[in-house]
């Protein structure tokens, strides 16, 4: 059984910080890449970073450049994304997915072309 476990949301202020964690199992993970999406109230869901479990590459969207960091412990299966600098508009449910490697990087932030979804993390950031 696939499945996808988010883990480390919560209610920060303005500035600090929060890892959310993305533990996979049931597919076979260096064959994937893992993409944190979030989605606030009344928007659709937004490519946020994404790191290829076969070769290490990291991608980010323009918003959270030099504030977010996604990492990934293969031998963990688990996947991080350490977000720093928080601000009021980060504020969102924060999802985890795999999308296969096959797709390429220009896929990684289109949310339809991902096989596999965790439940999502509640982040709050207050002003």
């Known amino acids: 059984e696939v499945q996808l476990v988010e883990s480390g949301g919560g209610l920060v202020q303005a500035g600090g910080s929060l890892r959310l964690s993305c533990a996979a199992s049931?597919?076979?993970?260096?064959?994937?890449?893992i993409g944190w999406f979030r989605q606030a109230p009344g928007k659709e869901r937004e490519g946020v970073s994404c790191?290829?479990?076969?070769?290490?590459?990291?991608y980010y969207t323009d918003s959270v450049k030099g504030r977010f960091t996604i990492s990934s412990d293969n031998a963990k299966r688990t996947v991080y994304l350490q977000m720093n600098s928080l601000k009021p508009e980060d504020t969102a449910v924060y999802y985890c997915?795999?999308?296969?490697?096959?797709?390429?990087?220009?896929?990684?932030?289109?949310?339809?072309?991902?096989?596999?979804w965790g439940q999502g993390t509640q982040v709050t950031v207050s002003s």
């Open positions: 790191i290829s479990n076969s070769d290490g590459s990291t």
């Open positions: 049931g597919f076979t993970f260096d064959g994937y890449a």
């Open positions: 997915g795999a999308i296969s490697t096959w797709y390429g990087s220009s896929w990684y932030f289109s949310a339809s072309a991902y096989d596999y």
